[in-house]
Every structure is written in C-alpha cells, then in structure tokens.
C-alpha cells in the first residue's frame, strides 16, 4: 500500500470487533470445540416448557441440523451469540448488570409487525403491532370469506418471541429464521455460523425466497456515523454500517461519511392447503437507523408527476402521505417504505394485457425498492471511480487537502463489487427464472396440482391458484415452449404476461448487473494506474532527496557506455564521444515500466479497426494517436552525401512498424489523439502522468550532460527544454518476411540519427536494437536488453548545439532486426537550435 494508508483513529469503525481480530472465540465458541460450545450454552439456555418452537430448533441443532445451533442460541440470548458478553449477567454486577437483564428482555420481546390484507381491489392494514400477545390474536382470527386474497405479514427486525410465535403458527421453516440473522460475505475458519449451501434440488426451498441489497446513507460527520454504529448494534439481527473508505475526496466535506449497509429481504409463502382459505405470506426486513439521511434523499417518488394546473387542487389524502414520505424530518425507515407503497395498487399495475389479482403488489413493491437501493448504489460507486480518475489525471487540483492519491479508496470497492454483483445474480436466479415470468413461456394447469412451486409463483397464485410450475432447478425452461397459465386470483380463463408486473423489474436488475461487472473491471485497471502513479510520486521524491548529489559523480556512478557491452571500454573515454549509454537507476520505478508496457501490449493486441479509432491526424502535426504498418516511409535513414537519387527512392518504402505517439496534455498546437476510454481504461492517465515522469529524467540527464561536456552552468541544456514539445512514442515491431526485408519492399527502422536533443528508449526482453560502433563507423553492435534500464541517445539537435565538436562516429545509427520488438521512445526537444555558448534566442 502506498502514501495515505496509514489508519489514525478518524478512521476506525463502530463496528470494529476485536474478539474476532483477536481470535477470542473463548467468547461465542468457534466450529470445532464442541465442549466449549456446549459450556457457554448452558450459560444463556432457558428453559423450553412454553416455547415448543424453540424446543423444537434446539432439538434439531442436536440431531444433525448443526447450522441451526445459530438461531437457538439467537432465540435463547436475544441476539447474537456475540453479543453475549455484554449480557451475561454473570460477567457484570449493579447497574451495568440490571442494564444488561433489561437489554437482553427487550431484545427477546421486540415486536414489530404490520399486516396487510389483499383484496381484489384494495388492501387492508392492520398495525403497527408492538406485542407478541396482539400477534398471537391475530394469528388465532381465522380468515373468512372469498375477498382477502392474501395476508402479509411484515416484520421488522427479528426477536425470540416473534420467531417463536409465527414459528407455531404458521409451522415456518427454521432455516427462513436462520438465514435472516447475518449478514456476512464470507466466514472465517473457525465460524461456527456458516450456513451450508444447498446442493441441486435436495432440501431446496420451495415456499420461501431472499433478496440481498446493500443501503448508502450520508452522515455529516464521523460522529453521526459512529452514534449509526451504535445504533445498529441494538438490533437483533446483525447487520451494520460499513465507511467505504473512499470519502476523502476534493469535493466531500472533511468529517463527512457516506456509510454502506448490506441488507435482506427475506419472504415466506405459506404452502397452499385445499379449503384453507387466503394463502398467508410473512416477509422480514431489516430495519433502519434513524442517524443520517439516505444518500441523495433517497429514491424517486412512485406516484406519477401530477400534470400542471392553473390553479391546484386540494391535497388528497394520498398526496399527503406522499408529502409526510418526502418530509426530510420525517426519516422513514425501509419497512415504513415498505407499507407505505406495498398498499399503492394504482403505483404497481398488473399486467398490461390482463386483469391480476392485487397479490402481485407486495413483490412489486419489495422488487422496485431493493432495485431503487441497487440503482443508486450503482451511481454512487460510479461517482467515486470518476473522482479517483480526476484525481489521478490532475493530483494538484483534485485531491482533498492533507491526503494522497492512492489505492486506500479502491480497497473497499475491490472487495465489495464482486460480492454485490454475486447479490444481483441471487435475485436474478431466485426471483426471475421461473417459466411462468417469461412472455412467450406459459405453465399448463393441471387441475390444482403443486408440484413444488417457488415463492414468487405462489405469491401471484393468491387464493384459487390451479398453476403449475416446473422446479426450475430440476426442468428447464423454453422461451419458445407452448404454455398456459390461469391468472391466479383473477379472471382464471386469462393467460398471464408477468413482464406487465413482477417480470418487468428483470430488466432492471440486469442493468445493475452489468453495471458492476463494468465497475468490477474498470477498478482492476485503475487499480494498475493507481499503483503507477504512488511510484511516479517516490520516484519524483527520490529525485528531490538526491538534488544535491553531483553532477559528475552521479555520470561516473550511472553511465555505462556501449563499449562496456562490446567488451572494449577504456576508463579514461572522454565523455564527449559517448553518444549512446545504458542508465540504471534513473529514477523511473520499475513497475511503473511494467505497468507502460502492460498498456503497450494491450494497445498493439487490439484489434486493428480499434485501434484506428485513434489515427495519425491529418495536417502537419501528424504525429500524434495511432499509426499503423507501412503509414511511413523511410525517412531518415543515412545515405551518402548527394546521393539525392537513393534518398528519393527510399521516401517510398513503407517501415513496417506501428506506434502510437504522444505528447503534453496542455501543448494546443498539437494536441493528443486518445482512443475512447472504455476501449482502453486507465491508458489515458497513466501515460499522462508517465510522459511527465520520462521529462523528470531527462531533466537529469540534460544536467549531467552539461557538466560531462564541459559547461560551467549545469541548468544550460535545461533552460531550453519546457518539456512541451516532447514526444512519447509506443512502438511495435511486427514480424516481416525476411525476402521483402532484403529486397527492400518494406524496410524496418534502417539506421538513422534521432532530431532531438537525446532520446531516452527502454526496451522488452525481445531485443532487436542495433547502434553504430563509435569506434569502429559502420558497424553495429547488438543493445542487448537490459532489464529496467533506459538507453539514452544523443540527438541531432544536441550535435548542432555543440557546433559540431563531436565527431561523426557519435552520431547514432539504428537498426531493428526482423524479431518483434516493443519499446518506448522519449524524444526531448526544444524550440530553439542555436550552438553554445555564443549566444542564445530568446
């Protein structure tokens, strides 16, 4: 991790446990240790004789259904078994002990339901209900008559009591208790929580469904946020608000956290029973804290946009509640949302072609807003990549004051995108793929049969369903299959198109879906980008600390002439007739190089109209943006002087290489060519910022090449170099028929001098450079790669400068072999080509 990591106490989270850091699983117990499990049982057990449901879970948990070990200790303490510290009486004495008996008696009484009622054409509710002696009643009324087609009921948060009341009740499965507690991505090791995964269609549900979500909810400052933790920490149920860690940016205020909640909606269908009356339906939320405000202020309204009037009507009662939803005073938690719009039948229609019965309201109102928290989700990881890019593009104007680019903010989102996109696909594989939900798919009725229908089906059964639905998990489904299905709790001579209700929310989670994958892989290269930058930053720092180092020393430390590689280096060369030199340790981090050639790679490995999105500009400035194989001709190659007849002739042959060129961001009379940023993310900024890090060296080699040649001013060369007219230069050596190589149909980079002052090249491991022998003109000698190293050249304009002190074997001479190659090239200019030191042009 780079500059900015480090975690002061601003940082640390309410929910920070450090019995799990510090592995005290003496604490709860872990999965192993059945002793210690059972010792710290027998500490919160209670007694069973009135509680036959908890009776029966803590029966189970002992005779093979060891997953379940979790929900009775959850119904015995109250909570969860982690907290148990902080209610064992036997740990705590006066009023932290009276305090802790009073918690963990409400925790387990903590009741609060709502019943909704569906009719055929309106909805009745019941609550809020706030004792499980009122629930019981309600559960003992038996429904009568043929217009309730559906009762939900809707409770928030989870207790003992509620568990063990519905439980009786209604004979609702353990495992719909159980996986509603947690919240946890992943389990360690010794977690005794983990809840086994069902394999094919053995044990699978069939009645009941979950939905997971994730809330984002803005705290003005860190205080609000930790006073939120808190809070959750009284739910039963574990849930919790995670920092991003990504809040620190330019435009944010300093305390300010936009904290992140991960959810379940959990929905169970009674199984249909002949004579029984309405179906029956329990769906648990999680609830909410008060601190904060959802971020953004929430969601859209549902209810359309009343059309303008002159003079505006009176509210309705409607309008009202709409107006008391949208109160900002009024924070209102998911469930409250929840009853609110779970009752709107004008919001949710059926579908468009059938009359349904309002059974399907409930789901369209759990699948619009869970997909509304999705959508907002999506906007807001997309806002905090953008940030990171502009901060990466522009540090100086971008990053808050007191903090650094770095890779701290895409640890969380590394994390956590792939977990989200996993909580899409659940829903999308829970909810939607059942053959019913599919426009051209129809279920054949088969005279009231139930062949194991999934909850959603069940749901829009209502009460006289005669649908049957192939477990998906065992038939598949045909989009072109020929099927019926009887609108169940409507017209039951009508075919069902659920893409009008439930179905259509498909589409919408598809979308959210391919949101995250696309942020999932623009944080993978970011990521790359990031981590170059953090080394551009040393590298800069590196350079600053060794200013004052000399000149001289720093030239006899770092420059490793040709001749060395030759095998035929003199000590005592004068360093005005070196014009190529190997450089090591110059200043330009070694995965910063690995991650521009990374970039080259995938640059030349696109596909070839790709790469033309970005193509030499017409015009004189051409070079700039992608160049492709045989676009020029061989141009600068050494020939004889007057020998005008061969330079003609060669100006035709194509140079088969291809390139992509670029210079300074802020150089308006030739400016850059990018291809678009979803074709190659992340290229753009980094090679901006690596552009500028190549100048930062030459800067130094410009200094040092002042000294070697004899000027008393170090800073001369430099004076003339502003670093905007330099140019960066991708290149790539394709492979080439060694016939058209020899009959000079195509050419390959022929020996030639480089136009600038000095050109700084780094090479692969492939190799293919040649240079001209200094001390023997006309041959050449192999520039064997050197791993890291840069190879710097000296260029025409430095030799005009010098007024033609240096003899002609310094000029240098270039070849590629037939071997593919990947390279860079800097090329440093200057506006100015006049000889030192007579004078200088202004």
Not at 704 to 728: I, K, M
Request: proline residues 6%; hydrophobic residues 35%.
């Amino acid at each position: 991790m780079g500059a900015g990591l480090s975690m002061g106490p601003e940082k640390e989270d309410p929910w920070i446990n450090p019995e799990l850091r510090n592995k005290q699983y003496n604490e709860f117990g872990d999965a192993y240790r059945d002793d210690v499990y059972l010792d710290l049982a027998e500490q919160w057990n209670i007694n069973t004789d009135n509680r036959p449901y908890l009776a029966y879970v803590r029966q189970l948990s002992q005779q093979g259904w060891i997953h379940l070990r979790l929900l009775a200790d959850f119904m015995q303490i109250g909570t969860h078994p982690q907290r148990w510290k902080d209610l064992n009486p036997e740990r705590l004495s006066g009023e932290k002990r009276e305090e802790a008996v009073k918690d963990r008696k409400r925790r387990a009484e903590k009741t609060e339901v709502t019943i909704l009622d569906y009719c055929a054409d309106k909805v009745k509710k019941t609550g809020p209900i706030q004792s499980t002696g009122e629930l019981r009643k309600e559960l003992d009324t038996r429904l009568t008559g043929d217009d309730i087609r559906l009762r939900l009921y809707v409770v928030e948060d989870l207790s003992r009591d509620v568990i063990e009341v519905l439980g009786q009740k209604l004979k609702i499965e353990p495992d719909v208790f159980r996986s509603h507690i947690v919240d946890y991505a992943w389990y360690n090791v010794r977690d005794r929580w983990r809840d086994p995964p069902y394999v094919g269609a053995v044990g699978r549900p069939k009645n009941w469904t979950q939905l997971r979500y994730v809330t984002a909810r803005y705290f003005e400052t860190r205080d609000k946020f930790k006073e939120a933790g808190s809070e959750a920490q009284q739910f039963n149920i574990l849930r919790r608000p995670d920092d991003d860690h990504s809040n620190k940016a330019w435009w944010d205020e300093p305390e300010a956290v936009v904290a992140l909640t991960r959810s379940r909606a959990t929905f169970w269908l009674q199984k249909e029973q002949s004579g029984s009356g309405p179906r029956v339906g329990v769906l648990f939320l999680d609830p909410t804290v008060k601190t904060g405000l959802p971020l953004w202020r929430g969601r859209r309204i549902l209810h359309e946009t009343p059309q303008f009037e002159s003079k505006p009507p009176p509210q309705s009662e409607g309008q009202k509640d709409v107006s008391k939803q949208r109160d900002p005073h009024n924070n209102n938690s998911f469930y409250e949302d929840f009853i609110y719009w779970a009752q709107q039948l004008a919001v949710f229609p059926a579908s468009p072609k059938v009359q349904v019965s309002s059974a399907h309201i409930p789901m369209q109102a759990l699948l619009h807003l869970i997909c509304s928290e999705w959508l907002t989700m999506s906007d807001y990881i997309k806002t905090r990549l953008n940030q990171v890019d502009l901060e990466i593009l522009n540090p100086q104007q971008f990053v808050a004051p007191g903090h650094h680019v770095s890779d701290e903010k895409l640890h969380m989102w590394r994390r956590f995108i792939p977990l989200y996109r996993e909580m899409v696909r659940e829903t999308l594989q829970g909810v939607f793929h059942f053959p019913c939900y599919r426009e051209t798919s129809r279920c054949p009725v088969m005279n009231g049969a139930d062949p194991g229908n999934r909850t959603i089906q069940q749901l829009v059964a209502g009460n006289d369903a005669t649908t049957s639905i192939p477990d998906t998990s065992t038939t598949n489904s045909s989009a072109s299959a020929s099927q019926v299905t009887m609108c169940p709790g409507g017209d039951q001579s009508a075919e069902v198109s659920v893409r009008g209700s439930i179905g259509s929310y498909e589409d919408d989670f598809k979308l959210v879906l391919s949101h995250l994958e696309e942020y999932q892989s623009r944080i993978n290269h970011v990521t790359s980008v990031i981590t170059a930058v953090m080394s551009i930053a040393d590298s800069r720092r590196a350079l600053e600390d060794n200013h004052n180092i000399g000149r001289l020393t720093w030239l006899a430390m770092f420059f490793i002439p040709f001749s060395v590689i030759a095998g035929a280096f003199s000590m005592t060369d004068d360093i005005r007739t070196i014009s190529f030199v190997y450089i090591a340790n110059h200043g330009i981090a070694n995965n910063l190089l690995e991650e521009a050639f990374r970039f080259s790679r995938e640059l030349f490995a696109l596909p070839q109209e790709t790469k033309m999105l970005a193509p030499h500009p017409p015009g004189p400035n051409v070079h700039r943006g992608y160049s492709w194989p045989g676009l020029e001709k061989v141009t600068q190659n050494i020939i004889e002087e007057g020998d005008e007849a061969t330079e003609a002739k060669s100006r035709k042959i194509p140079d088969v290489k291809e390139s992509y060129e670029i210079g300074s961001e802020d150089f308006e009379l030739q400016p850059n060519v990018w291809l678009p940023e979803e074709v190659l993310p992340g290229f753009r900024s980094f090679m901006t910022q690596f552009y500028w890090t190549c100048f930062e060296t030459a800067k130094e080699l410009l200094r040092a090449l002042a000294l070697g040649v004899g000027l008393g001013d170090e800073d001369y060369f430099l004076n003339y170099h502003s670093g905007e007219n330099n140019q960066l230069r991708l290149l790539h050596y394709p492979p080439v028929e060694t016939e058209k190589l020899s009959s000079n149909a195509v050419a390959r980079m022929p020996a030639h001098s480089d136009w600038g002052s000095i050109t700084m090249l780094f090479q692969d491991e492939t190799g293919g450079l040649q240079v001209e022998d200094p001390k023997n003109p006309g041959s050449f000698l192999d520039a064997t790669p050197m791993k890291n190293a840069l190879i710097m050249n000296v260029g025409d304009l430095l030799m005009r400068w010098s007024n033609g002190a240096r003899s002609q074997p310094g000029w240098v001479s270039v070849r590629r072999c037939a071997d593919p190659s990947r390279l860079f090239e800097v090329d440093n200019a200057s506006s100015h080509t006049t000889p030192y030191p007579r004078w200088r042009a202004n």
